[in-house]
């Protein structure tokens, strides 16, 4: 599997943050090796940062917001990016395509093929296994930009974290 770059979806960085399984310690390998990484290989949106923050107010557990603010910072274990109207407009053009995405889904989904990803790292099942976006408007054509959706299972996560990034 070759792997450009990798979009973490927030239930990624929650399972990273709160998990306690073989899951979050090769998610804790994997941004562990990027630290030290001069081009970022993982990559989220700002928007990761609402997602994420939900649980620890509610819980008011302020070592995990402390946390989640920390990785949320520029020049951590991965790129964060910001949420622009062309990502907007996109994630609205994915939701027409695909009907069963939520509409921060498809933020995230839009940001990803922004950031230049191959693949979008989610446990949400209700994200299809392959997004593609095509979409024409008033003569201009945008894509066929296509985004591979994984799963975190301990076998992929072994692979990506064992793979070399193909960025360019």
């Known amino acids: 599997m070759e792997i450009k770059r990798l979009y973490l979806d927030a239930n990624i960085l929650i399972l990273l943050g709160e998990g306690k ?37 509610r819980e008011q557990d302020d070592r995990l917001i402390q946390q ?9 274990f991965m790129e964060i990016g910001p949420v622009h109207s062309s990502a907007l407009r996109y994630a609205a053009v994915l939701r ?23 693949h979008f790292l989610s446990g949400d099942t209700r994200i299809p296994d392959r997004i593609e976006l095509f979409h024409t408007r008033w003569g201009l054509t945008r894509g066929p930009s296509i985004l591979d959706v994984l799963r975190p299972d301990p076998d992929v996560l072994r692979t990506i974290t064992r793979s070399e990034p193909q960025i360019d």
């Open 21 to 57: 399984d073989e899951r979050a310690s090769l998610l804790t390998e994997l941004a562990v090796g990027q630290e030290t990484s001069s081009t970022p290989f993982l990559c989220t949106s700002e928007l990761t940062l609402a997602e994420l923050l939900v649980k620890p107010y």
């Open 68 to 76: 989640y603010e920390s990785w949320m910072t520029p020049g951590g």
């Open 96 to 118: 027409s395509q695909y009907g069963s995405i939520k509409l921060p889904d498809a933020i995230h989904l839009s940001t990803a093929i922004g950031f230049g990803c191959s």
